[in-house]
């Protein structure tokens, strides 16, 4: 990364999400009276007297605790450290020094990196609280007395955050990296691909539907360029999203699309394309993202000469809307086909941008009425004016006729399909068009 990183450790329900949010000046991470909300590393951009850096939010640390989420939940934190400049160690005064803490501030001192201890849920003002005298025995140094609920604190930690950071590295140019969310139900493999990808256990993987909560970035390049891997809770049907921290997954779901340049929709080989999978392709299609559909666990399908070709027009015939966007059958697990994503990747990202000139529009235009005259309604023709681009991604066309309701959606159909034609089919990407009378603003 090129800016420095801080990471928030501490036990569970300390309030590091809390605190998290509040410094980022967003609500990201999930925020719940429960512990163990927080699973995976959740990234963000934050700002301090004009120093750039990013926080870094970690599930909370049970040393003790054998459960297989809780320890998976320990070595994303053990990375969180591992990655930080330097360290902001949470805990609870109103709970004192636990050996949970103890043996959290042993593990932190090995690592011989800058730590600042914060005892949060210190809501009272005034005098500094009896109780924080406890944390010097921490050997962690002085200890910063904060609520993150009321913001009582922070801005005393944040400067010492600042002191503390290393000198800025330079800035890379972030309009070439193409962020990427993964999109699809939950326990469809989205967590084990980008981990196959990072070559690294950067997501928790488990069998449990569910496992992701957060929205989680992943900074990546090779040799095709530089890519953040957004991996994100699988999306279930409103009906059987009951549990509240759910619901913000789901949230977090959509949002990761809104901000990807390219979404990744998984497909489970062996269940094929449900209502829940179209719904959420539906939301990718209409947020206007460049869109490729991966067909995982494709090594545990029986196959012969004909099963892809018919496995695809299965697809796009449930998923007809999606018709411009490219199948890919991978394993995640195996590796299978895994490299060949990435110069899908690129391409569609690079279609969704694409930008075309006036002349070149109206070129294309001016054939198409040609071989298709514009249609008529009661003796009135179409006219058809002229065309511009009025955006990127998605690639947005303005049209100008002389009468809105002549424009059937038929027509404009076959003009966006001869713009497709004539552009190599504008792969993996949604094309919207918006009619103007001539005289309309």
């Avoid at 309009?175 to 196959?196: D, E, H």
């Avoid at 697809?315 to 018709?323: A, D, M, P």
Wanted: proline share 3%; charged share 25%.
């Amino acid at each position: 990364m090129s800016k420095a990183t801080v990471a928030i450790i501490g036990r569970p329900n300390v309030g590091k999400s809390t605190f998290f949010n509040y410094i980022v000046g967003k609500r990201i991470s999930i925020v719940e009276d429960t512990p163990g909300v927080t699973r995976d590393r959740v990234y963000a951009d934050a700002n301090w007297r004009g120093r750039d850096f990013t926080l870094i939010d970690t599930g909370g640390i049970e040393p003790e605790s054998n459960d297989t989420i809780t320890v998976q939940m320990r070595n994303q934190a053990d990375i969180a450290i591992n990655l930080a400049d330097v360290i902001i160690f949470l805990t609870d005064i109103k709970q004192g020094v636990t050996a949970a803490d103890k043996d959290i501030a042993l593990t932190l001192k090995k690592c011989k990196k800058p730590v600042i201890l914060v005892c949060n849920k210190s809501d009272t003002y005034g005098k500094v609280p009896n109780e924080l005298y406890e944390f010097y025995n921490l050997g962690l140094g002085e200890p910063y007395a904060v609520s993150a609920v009321n913001a009582k604190g922070i801005g005393d930690v944040l400067d010492a955050i600042y002191d503390k950071l290393p000198e800025e590295k330079a800035q890379e140019d972030e309009s070439t990296v193409i962020k990427v969310a993964m999109i699809g139900k939950p326990n469809v493999g989205k967590s084990s691909l980008i981990n196959k990808i990072l070559g690294e256990n950067r997501v928790i993987v488990s069998d449990i539907s569910g496992t992701t909560r957060d929205a989680i970035d992943s900074e990546y390049e090779n040799e095709f360029g530089k890519y953040v891997f957004i991996d994100t809770a699988g999306i279930r049907r409103k009906s059987k999203v009951d549990d509240s921290l759910e619901k913000y997954s789901v949230i977090r779901s959509l949002l990761a699309i809104e901000r990807a340049d390219v979404c990744v929709l998984m497909l489970d080989a062996k269940e094929g394309v449900s209502a829940q999978d179209a719904k959420i392709a539906g939301e990718a299609h209409e947020a206007g993202k460049g869109v490729i559909i991966a067909i995982n666990k494709w090594d545990e399908v029986e196959k012969d000469n004909q099963t892809m070709e018919n496995y695809k027009k299965e697809v796009y015939n449930k998923l007809s809307y999606l018709s411009y966007a490219p199948i890919i059958f991978i394993s995640a697990k195996t590796g299978q086909r895994v490299n060949k994503l990435y110069e899908l990747i690129n391409q569609v990202a690079s279609q969704n941008a694409l930008r075309i000139s006036t002349s070149v529009l109206n070129d294309i235009l001016s054939e198409a009425v040609t071989i298709v005259q514009p249609p008529t309604d009661k003796g009135k023709r179409l006219k058809i004016f002229y065309m511009t681009q009025a955006a990127t991604k998605p690639p947005t066309f303005v049209v100008f006729v002389n009468d809105k309701q002549l424009f059937h959606f038929s027509y404009e159909r076959y003009l966006i399909n001869q713009i497709r034609k004539e552009f190599g089919g504008l792969v993996g990407t949604p094309i919207r068009m918006i009619v103007r009378e001539k005289n309309e603003k």
